[in-house]
């Protein structure tokens, strides 16, 4: 394996790495500005690759070791990606990402997954989680995301897509690319735009189902949708008319009228119900100021 080659691969996992004129392996350590440097072991029978890291000033550490000469260089870039991609230096990268999630009030932290990559777990109140990726694995540095992919968990193999701002393969077919919404946010990379609409889809699942269910789990017959709620305004115009002045203590006139203020009712509201409408109204301004920031 030529070391040109072996550049090349690694050029090819976004990895910063040049080859200097002395024949050693320059590569730029994601997340920090500490380099690995490579290069032919001089010892030993077998032709080796010695391996160290140094710090941005150059200095050596103690952090070395031998990789295995191969013919291929699969085995090797293997090898380097999997230290560039340790959580301890991908973590500094997403810095501003956790930062933006846990600011809107998400537990969110990377972890590590089988195959050695790297996605940001939100852990919610009711035991599900939402994951990030980007729109897969975290790539080594946050530059190199170009969308997000959020997927809320439930039990089982149950998954919602959240929020999906990555552009699909241009080369995806129609199957291959059913997973993305043609009408999700369209913010691509943007950080705080996401944790904004993630934190916003947290609270209204949350006040949706009132803590009663998962937000994951089925939905039950009369599942809240904009036909039923028109329903409901409709019988609530045809309640018994109210002609006189209000005459029960905390209680509340409602007016109903067809779209262009014709046909004009008036319903009295007991101050029981008042509390609750109170309640239900207030939960619903505090999902809704988002949308108007």
């Known amino acids: 394996m030529e070391l040109s080659h072996l550049v090349e691969a690694l050029r090819a996992e976004a990895l910063d790495a040049a080859l200097t004129d002395d024949g050693q392996i320059v590569v730029n350590l994601p997340g920090c500005r500490d380099q690995l440097i490579l290069g032919p072991s001089r010892g030993g029978s077998e032709p080796r690759l010695f391996w160290q890291r140094r710090t941005f000033l150059g200095t050596r550490t103690n952090e070395c070791g031998y990789l295995e000469w191969t013919a291929a260089p699969q085995p090797v870039v293997g090898a380097i990606l999997g ?3 340790a959580p301890g230096l991908t973590g500094p990268q997403y810095g501003p990402v956790l930062d933006a999630l846990r ?9 590590t997954t089988g195959g050695g990559c790297h996605l940001i777990r939100v852990y919610l109140a009711d035991g599900t989680q939402l994951i990030v990726g980007a729109p897969e694995s975290l790539p080594p ?5 170009t969308g997000w992919l959020v997927r809320h968990k439930g039990p089982g193999d149950r998954s919602t897509v959240v929020y999906h701002s990555a552009p699909p393969p241009a080369s995806a ?13 369209t913010g691509g990379p943007d950080v705080h735009l996401m944790a904004k609409h993630v934190a916003r889809y947290v609270t209204e699942a949350g006040l949706r189902h009132d ?4 937000p994951t789990a089925p939905a039950p017959e009369g599942e809240v949708t904009a036909r039923s709620l028109s329903r409901l305004i409709g019988e609530l115009a045809h309640l018994p008319r109210h002609q006189e002045e209000l005459d029960n203590p905390g209680g509340a006139l409602i007016t109903v009228t067809e779209r262009d203020g014709s046909n004009t009712r008036t319903t009295e ?3 029981e119900l008042v509390s609750r409408m109170h309640t239900v109204l207030f939960n619903m301004l505090t999902v809704m100021r988002p949308y108007d920031e």
């Open 269 to 271: 509201v007991p101050a």
């Open 211 to 214: 803590g009663h269910r998962r």
């Open 141 to 145: 540095q946050l530059s190199q995301v």
């Open 83 to 85: 230290y560039a991609r």
């Open 173 to 185: 077919s129609a199957s291959a690319s059913q997973d993305h919404d043609s009408g999700a946010p």
């Open 103 to 111: 600011s809107n009030g998400l537990d969110a932290a990377i972890v």
